[in-house]
C-alpha cells in the first residue's frame, strides 16, 4: 500500500467576475457572473514510503492546491485521495497529527514569543510526550544549530535562521511524512544549503517521506530522486531528473578561446549560438556528435587557447519545457 | 496522562499562553481603565439627571442603575466588538492554512482563544474597576455614587454563574464575528456591524428594563442580553430567585445553540476558504 494514493484528482474553483469601472461595479450588485477555474484536472501518482520527491511546475499550476488537498486543508471537487491509509479532509484531525508542513511563505511560530516557547506550544498542541520530545527538540536543536536561537523572539529573526526553526517546528512530533512549500525561497546560499542538507538527511536516515515543492531547480537536482511537473492542472512528467532533461534538451554548449579572431565556422550539427572577440558559443546535440569529436574537428582545423563544455542551465531546461508543454502561466 | 487531559491538552495550553501574553500590555490595561472611568462618570451623571428629572416609575433605583453602570465599565471588554485580531492576522496572511493543521477541533480551538483574549484583557481592568468604584469611592465618601456590592449571598452566587455564561458567551459570539469575517474575507464589515448591535441589544446603552413592558421580554430572550443586561440584574437583585435561575439557563442554553451553529459554520467556512495565495 503506497503512503501516498492519488488518483484522477480535480479541484474547480468558482471566481466572482467583474466588469472593470464603475458600471461594472454595479453591474456585479445586480448579477453576478461566475468564472469556473479548473485548478487541478485530474491528478494521479503514488508515493511510496520513504521517497523524497519534487513537485515542480510553474506559478499557479496546481502544485499548492495539490498539497494543500493532501495536506487536509483543501476538499477536493472529485477524485480520489489517500494519505498513511487516511481521507485527509475528511480524518483532518487524525491526519494532521501524523504529517508536518511548511510553507516558506508563512510562518507557524508565534512572532511574538521566544523560539522556545513556541515550540513548547507546539508540544503541547501535538499532544508529545515530554520525554520524547525532548529528545526529538534536542536532536533537531543540533542538527539545525539553533541553539543560540532559543531564546530569541521570532520576529528579530532572520529569515534563514527563521526557516530553519519553521523546519524543527515541523518535526517536533516526528511525523513520518512531510510537505515542504518553498522551503529555500529568498534564502541566501549558506542557508539554502544547510537546509538542503538536513532535508537530504532527514529523507536519508530517518526514512521520512518527503514531498518538496519549490521553484528553485538546483534544490531539485541536489535533493529529489524523482521529479513530478505540474503544468495547468495535470501532470506533465514523472520521473528522473536526469530523463527530464534529455527529453527536453539534449542540447550542450561548447565554449571555445580561439589564439587569434574567431574564424566563421561551418559544421554540420554544430549551431553558433553567439561570438564576442576571440569567443565563439556553440551549440551541438551529443546524441549526433560527441564532445571528444567536436573538439577533435575544431583543434585540428584552428589554433586553440582554451575549451570547456557547458550543460545548459536547469532553469533553462525547465523553462522549456513549461513552454513545450504550453504550461507557463498566461 | 488521562485521555480527558491528553484530549484537553492543546486548548488548555493556548489559552493559557495567550492569556499570558495578553496580559503584558500593561499600558493598554491602564489607558483601557481610564477612559472606562471618565464614561462611567458621565454615565452616572446622566442617571443622576434623569432620576432627578422625577423617575418614579423607573424600573431600578438610581443606586441600582449606577452599579449597572460600574460592572458595565468593569466587564466592557467582554462586548464581542471585534474578530479576534489573531485570527484576522491569519486570515489576511494565509498563515490560517497552519490552523487546519493542528491536530484540534477548529470551533473549539478559536473559542478558547477568544476566552483567553477577552478574559486577560479583562482581568486587570475590572480588578481596577472595583478598586476604584468599589472600594475608593466609598472611602472619600462618595459610596452613592460608586459600585455597591450585591445585597446577598444568593445574589452574589447567580452572579458567579451568570458570569460564568458571559464569558462563555462572549467567546461564542466572537467566533461568529471571526466566521462572517472568514467568509468576507475582510474584517471591517463584521467589526462595523458587530459594535453597534451588540451595545444596543446587551444593555449597554440603555439597561433592557428600561424598555416598555411588551418588547422587554423579547429583548431579554436574545443571546446578546446574556452579555450584560442578565447578569448585571442578577448582581443587584433586580433578577433573583427561580428568575435568576431561568435567565442563567436560558445564558447556556444561548451558549449550546450558538456553539453548535459556530461549529457548523466554521467547518463549512473553512472547507470554502480559499487560502490566498503559494
Redesign the interface.
Known amino acids: 500500500m503506497p503512503q501516498i494514493l492519488v488518483e484522477e484528482l480535480t479541484k474547480t474553483?468558482r471566481i466572482a467576475e467583474r466588469s472593470p469601472g464603475a458600471w461594472g461595479a454595479v453591474k456585479g450588485l445586480v448579477r453576478r457572473r461566475w468564472r469556473t477555474v479548473e485548478a487541478l484536472a485530474g491528478v494521479s501518482f503514488q508515493l511510496q514510503r520513504g521517497e523524497l520527491v519534487g513537485l515542480i511546475g510553474p506559478n499557479g499550476a496546481g502544485k499548492?492546491t495539490t498539497i494543500?488537498i493532501l495536506?487536509?486543508?483543501?476538499?477536493p471537487t472529485a477524485g480520489r485521495c489517500e494519505v498513511n491509509g487516511l481521507i485527509p479532509?475528511r480524518q483532518?484531525?487524525?491526519h494532521?497529527?501524523r504529517?508536518g508542513?511548511v510553507?516558506g511563505?508563512?510562518?507557524?511560530l508565534?512572532w511574538?514569543?521566544p523560539v522556545i516557547?513556541g515550540f513548547n506550544?507546539l508540544r503541547?498542541?501535538?499532544?508529545v510526550?515530554q520525554d520524547r520530545y525532548a529528545a526529538t527538540r534536542d536532536e533537531l536543536v543540533a542538527l539545525l544549530r539553533l541553539d543560540r536561537l532559543l531564546d530569541q523572539p521570532v520576529r528579530q529573526l532572520s529569515l534563514g535562521q527563521r526557516m530553519r526553526c519553521e523546519i524543527a517546528a515541523a518535526l517536533l512530533h516526528s511525523p513520518p511524512l512531510i510537505f515542504l512549500?518553498e522551503p529555500t525561497i529568498a534564502l541566501d546560499a549558506p542557508s539554502k544549503l544547510a537546509v538542503r542538507e538536513f532535508v537530504g538527511r532527514l529523507n536519508r536516515e530517518r526514512g521520512v517521506t518527503v514531498i518538496l515543492t519549490t521553484h528553485d531547480m538546483h534544490d531539485i537536482e541536489a535533493l529529489a530522486d524523482r521529479v513530478i511537473v505540474i503544468g495547468g492542472g495535470k501532470i506533465l512528467a514523472d520521473g528522473s531528473f536526469a530523463a527530464l532533461r534529455a527529453g527536453v534538451l539534449a542540447e550542450r554548449r561548447l565554449f571555445v578561446d580561439f589564439a587569434g579572431a574567431a574564424p566563421a565556422l561551418e559544421m554540420a550539427d554544430v549551431r553558433v549560438v553567439a561570438a564576442s572577440g576571440q569567443q565563439l558559443e556553440l551549440a551541438f546535440d551529443p546524441r549526433r556528435i560527441t564532445a571528444p569529436d567536436l573538439i577533435a574537428r575544431i583543434v585540428a582545423a584552428h589554433p586553440v587557447d582554451d575549451i570547456h563544455v557547458e550543460e545548459p542551465l536547469i532553469e533553462e531546461v525547465i523553462a522549456r519545457f513549461y513552454d513545450l508543454h504550453g504550461a507557463a502561466e498566461p | 496522562?488521562s485521555g480527558i487531559a491528553?484530549t484537553l491538552?492543546?486548548y488548555?495550553?493556548?489559552c493559557a499562553?495567550r492569556f499570558q501574553?495578553t496580559l503584558q500590555y500593561r499600558a493598554a490595561a491602564l489607558a483601557g481603565f481610564l477612559t472606562q472611568c471618565w464614561f462611567g462618570v458621565i454615565r452616572v451623571l446622566i442617571f443622576a439627571a434623569f432620576y432627578a428629572g422625577g423617575a418614579a416609575k423607573a424600573p431600578m433605583t438610581l443606586g441600582d442603575a449606577i452599579t449597572y453602570t460600574w460592572l458595565g465599565q468593569a466587564f466592557l471588554v467582554f462586548l464581542p466588538w471585534n474578530a479576534d485580531p489573531d485570527v484576522t492576522d491569519m486570515v489576511r496572511?494565509?498563515?490560517v492554512?497552519?490552523e487546519?493543521?493542528?491536530?484540534?477541533?477548529s470551533y473549539a480551538w478559536w473559542f478558547v482563544r477568544a476566552m483567553a483574549w477577552s478574559s486577560a484583557r479583562v482581568a486587570p481592568r475590572a480588578a481596577l474597576m472595583v478598586v476604584f468604584a468599589g472600594v475608593l469611592m466609598p472611602l472619600v465618601g462618595l459610596g452613592k455614587w460608586g459600585l455597591a456590592p450585591p445585597p446577598s449571598l444568593a445574589a452574589a452566587g447567580f452572579f458567579a454563574a451568570s458570569a460564568a455564561a458571559m464569558v462563555l458567551l462572549s467567546a461564542a459570539i466572537t467566533v461568529l464575528i471571526n466566521i462572517a469575517m472568514v467568509r468576507a474575507m475582510d474584517e471591517r464589515g463584521p467589526n462595523i456591524l458587530a459594535a453597534p448591535i451588540v451595545n444596543f441589544f446587551s444593555g449597554m446603552v440603555i439597561p433592557l428594563a428600561f424598555f416598555p413592558d411588551w418588547l422587554r421580554p423579547i429583548l431579554r430572550a436574545q443571546p446578546i442580553a446574556g452579555l450584560v443586561d442578565i447578569p448585571f440584574s442578577i448582581y443587584f437583585g433586580g433578577v433573583a430567585g427561580w428568575s435568576a435561575v431561568g435567565a442563567i439557563a436560558l445564558q447556556f442554553g444561548w451558549v449550546v445553540v450558538l456553539a453548535a451553529f459556530g461549529r457548523w459554520a466554521l467547518e463549512r467556512a473553512m472547507?470554502r476558504l480559499?487560502?490566498q495565495?503559494?
Do not use: C, H
Request: proline share 5%.
Open positions: 474553483y499548492s494543500k495536506s487536509g486543508i483543501l476538499e479532509w483532518r484531525i487524525r494532521v497529527a504529517i508542513v510553507f511563505q508563512r510562518t507557524q508565534w511574538d514569543l516557547e506550544l503541547d498542541i501535538y499532544r510526550p512549500e | 496522562m491528553t491538552r492543546p488548555l495550553a493556548v499562553g501574553l496572511s494565509g498563515a492554512a497552519y487546519r493543521l493542528r491536530p484540534v477541533d472547507r480559499q487560502v495565495g503559494g
